[in-house]
C-alpha cells in the first residue's frame, strides 16, 4: 500500500510514523503521483491560532478540522500528529497503539520530565491521555514505572562522576531468525580472536582514561552477542583488565547469556570469582517447538540446567528474558513459558514484545498476533508477574512491535538493575565499548545526549581500534 503525505511545511513531527501505526506495512511517501491513500494535512496560521485541516482521499475519505492556540513548536507539532491520529481514527474505526501519538522509544522520559517539573501523578496520566492519547491503563503504568525508578536517577553532580559501561561481543553459536543485533553466527565469522586482541587493548587504554580521569564505573554490563561464547582463557584476560580499571566495591557487574546452551560451570566459576553478581540467561520461550522455530539451538531443558549452573557459581542476581508473539505462540504458549520461569524464581523477568526490525531474517509478514491477543498476554503477564511478587521497573519501546505494545523489565524488590533502568532513563553517560557498541555521553544540565557509534562488523571494529579509543578519550575529557 502506498500512502501519499503531505504536510504544511514545518508542521510535520512524524506524521508517517501516524500513518505507519495504521497501516504497518504501508509505503509512505512525500512525492506526487498515484497512490492508494492520500494523507493530506493543512496548518493555516491565524491571530493567536492556528486552524488545521486534513483530508483523506483514496482508500478512505474523511474531513476534519480543528483550532488551536498558537504557541510552543514542540507543543504545535504534538497538536497536529494527535489531530491526525484522531482523523485517521475516526475513519479506519481503530485505534491502533495503546500508547497513542507515544511512538519514541523510551516514553517513561517524558514522565520524568514532568516530574521534573512538579506535576502529581494523577496530572501527568491526565496529561498523557488527554495530550498523546494514551490509555488510561498505560498511561498508570508509565507512571507506576518512573516513580518507582526514580529514587535510581542521577543528581546532575554525580553524572559528572560517576558512568555506565557497557561491552560488546558481538559473537553468537547461530543467529536467531529475529535477531537484529550485531550478533555474528562463530561458525560463519572467524575472527573472535582478532576482535578479543583489540578489544582488550581499547578496555586497558579506555580503563586508564577513566581512571586518569577520577570516573567511578558504577555498573558495568557485557552483553552483544553471547559474551559466553568466549573460552575460560578469554575470559581470564577479560575479568583482569575489567577488575584492574573498571570495578569499584559497588559495581553492578552483568554479564549477558543470550544462550543457556554456552554456560559452562568453569565459566561461571570464573566470573563469579571475577566480580560478576548478575546474569541474564535468556531463553526466550520454555516450548521447545518455538526454540527451533526461532533458530536457537537449544531446549527448554538446557536453560533450566543453565540456569541452575549459574546459581550453583553463586550468582545472586538472575535475569529471564522471554518473548511474546513468537511465531506459533499464543496466550496459552506464553503462558506456559511465563510460568516455568516464575518456578525457577529469578530475581528479574523481562517480557519483551517481538518486534519487526531491518536486519532480521523475518519481516512483517510473520506479525502473528493480532492486537486483542497481545493486550490479553501482556495483561495476563502483569497479573501474574505481581502476584509472585514481581514489580515493573523499567520499560521501553520499539518500532514495529506486536500489538504496538511495549518491553517490561519485571524484578523482585531490591533485585532491580541499575544499568537497565540508566540506560533506559538517559539520565548517566554509558560508555559503549567492543562490537557495535554505542555510547550516549549526557549533559548533566539540560539531559542532552551525545552519542558516538561503533561499527558492527567485527572486521571494521579491528581495523578503527585506535581511532575509536582516540575519540572515545576526548569524549570522556570533555565530561569532567
Ligand atoms: S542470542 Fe540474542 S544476540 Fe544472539 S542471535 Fe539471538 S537474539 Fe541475536
Same mark, same amino acid.
Given at each position: 500500500m502506498l500512502v501519499g503525505l503531505r504536510?504544511?511545511?514545518?508542521?510535520?513531527?512524524?506524521?508517517h510514523e501516524i500513518i505507519r501505526l495504521f497501516f504497518p506495512r504501508c509505503r509512505v511517501t512525500y512525492e506526487p503521483g498515484h497512490t492508494d491513500l492520500n494523507v493530506d494535512i493543512r496548518v493555516n496560521e491565524g491571530p493567536g491560532y492556528l486552524e488545521l485541516s486534513g483530508e483523506l482521499q483514496g482508500l478512505l475519505e474523511r474531513t476534519g478540522h480543528s483550532r488551536i492556540p498558537a504557541g510552543d513548536p514542540a507543543e504545535v507539532k504534538r497538536e497536529v500528529r494527535a489531530f491526525a491520529y484522531r482523523l485517521l481514527m475516526e475513519a479506519t474505526s481503530m485505534n491502533?497503539?495503546?500508547?497513542?501519538?507515544?511512538?519514541?522509544?523510551?516514553?517513561?522520559?517524558?514522565?520524568?520530565?514532568?516530574?521534573?517539573?512538579?506535576?502529581?501523578?494523577s496530572d501527568i496520566q491526565k496529561e498523557l491521555k488527554d495530550k498523546y492519547l494514551v490509555e488510561p491503563e498505560k498511561a498508570c503504568l508509565l507512571t507506576e514505572v518512573a516513580t518507582r525508578n526514580r529514587p535510581f536517577l542521577l543528581s546532575p553532580e554525580e553524572v559528572k562522576r560517576c558512568v555506565g559501561v557497557y561491552v560488546g561481543i558481538p559473537y553468537c553459536p547461530t543467529r536467531c531468525h529475529y535477531c537484529s543485533f550485531p550478533a555474528y553466527p562463530l561458525e560463519h565469522r572467524p575472527g573472535l580472536d582478532e576482535f578479543f586482541s583489540a578489544l582488550l587493548l581499547e578496555l586497558s587504554s579506555i580503563g586508564r582514561a577513566l581512571n586518569e580521569l577520577d570516573l567511578a564505573v558504577d555498573n558495568l554490563y557485557v552483553g552483544g552477542g553471547t559474551p559466553t561464547v568466549l573460552s575460560a582463557l578469554q575470559w581470564g584476560k577479560l575479568l583482569d583488565i575489567l577488575n584492574r580499571y573498571y570495578l569499584g566495591p559497588e559495581t553492578e557487574f552483568t554479564v549477558e547469556a543470550g544462550r543457556p546452551d554456552t554456560l559452562r560451570s568453569e565459566v561461571?566459576?570464573?566470573?563469579?570469582?571475577?566480580?560478576?553478581?548478575?546474569?541474564?540467561?535468556?531463553?526466550?520461550?520454555?516450548?521447545?517447538?518455538?526454540l527451533i522455530r526461532i533458530g536457537r539451538r537449544h531446549t527448554v531443558q538446557?536453560?533450566?540446567?543453565?540456569?541452575?549452573?549459574?546459581?550453583?557459581?553463586?550468582?545472586?542476581?538472575?535475569?529471564?528474558?522471554?518473548?511474546?508473539?513468537?511465531p506459533g505462540e499464543g496466550?496459552?504458549?506464553?503462558?506456559n513459558s511465563l510460568q516455568e520461569v516464575i518456578r525457577l524464581k529469578p530475581e528479574g523477568?523481562?517480557?519483551?514484545?517481538?518486534?519487526?526490525?531491518?536486519?532480521?531474517?523475518?519481516q512483517m509478514q510473520e506479525?502473528?498476533?493480532?492486537?486483542?491477543?497481545?493486550?490479553?498476554?501482556?495483561?495476563?503477564?502483569?497479573?501474574?508477574?505481581?502476584?509472585?511478587?514481581?514489580?515493573?521497573? $523499567?520499560?521501553? @519501546?520499539?518500532?514495529?512491535?506486536?500489538?504496538? !505494545?511495549?518491553?517490561?523489565?519485571? #524484578? /523482585?524488590?531490591?533485585?532491580?538493575?541499575?544499568?537497565?533502568?540508566?540506560?533506559?532513563?538517559?539520565?548517566?553517560?554509558?560508555?559503549?565499548?567492543?562490537?557495535?557498541?554505542?555510547s550516549k555521553?549526557?549533559?548533566?544540565?539540560?539531559?542532552?545526549?551525545?552519542?558516538?557509534?561503533?561499527?558492527?562488523?567485527?572486521?571494521? $571494529?579491528?581495523? @578503527?581500534?585506535?581511532?575509536?579509543?582516540?575519540? !572515545?578519550?576526548?569524549?570522556?575529557? #570533555? /565530561?569532567?
Open positions: 504536510v504544511t511545511s514545518g508542521y510535520d513531527g512524524g506524521i491502533p497503539s495503546p500508547y497513542g501519538i507515544l511512538t519514541g522509544v523510551r516514553p517513561t522520559k517524558l514522565v520524568h520530565r514532568y516530574l521534573d517539573n512538579g506535576y502529581l501523578e561461571l566459576q570464573l566470573l563469579a570469582a571475577g566480580g560478576v553478581n548478575r546474569m541474564c540467561v535468556n531463553p526466550q520461550t520454555m516450548n521447545d517447538e518455538t538446557m536453560a533450566r540446567s543453565g540456569y541452575e549452573l549459574v546459581r550453583s557459581a553463586g550468582i545472586m542476581n538472575v535475569n529471564m528474558d522471554l518473548i511474546v508473539g513468537l496466550p496459552a504458549e506464553f503462558e523477568i523481562t517480557v519483551h514484545h517481538l518486534a519487526w526490525k531491518r536486519g532480521s531474517v523475518w506479525a502473528a498476533l493480532e492486537q486483542s491477543l497481545t493486550d490479553r498476554i501482556s495483561d495476563d503477564a502483569r497479573r501474574f508477574l505481581a502476584s509472585a511478587g514481581y514489580l515493573p521497573y $523499567y520499560l521501553y @519501546r520499539q518500532k514495529y512491535m506486536a500489538g504496538n !505494545q511495549e518491553n517490561i523489565g519485571y #524484578a /523482585l524488590p531490591g533485585c532491580f538493575s541499575r544499568y537497565n533502568i540508566r540506560v533506559i532513563e538517559e539520565r548517566q553517560t554509558i560508555i559503549g565499548l567492543g562490537g557495535g557498541a554505542a555521553y549526557v549533559d548533566p544540565h539540560t539531559w542532552k545526549l551525545t552519542t558516538l557509534h561503533y561499527p558492527k562488523d567485527p572486521a571494521a $571494529y579491528i581495523k @578503527r581500534v585506535e581511532e575509536l579509543i582516540n575519540a !572515545q578519550v576526548d569524549k570522556l575529557r #570533555a /565530561l569532567s
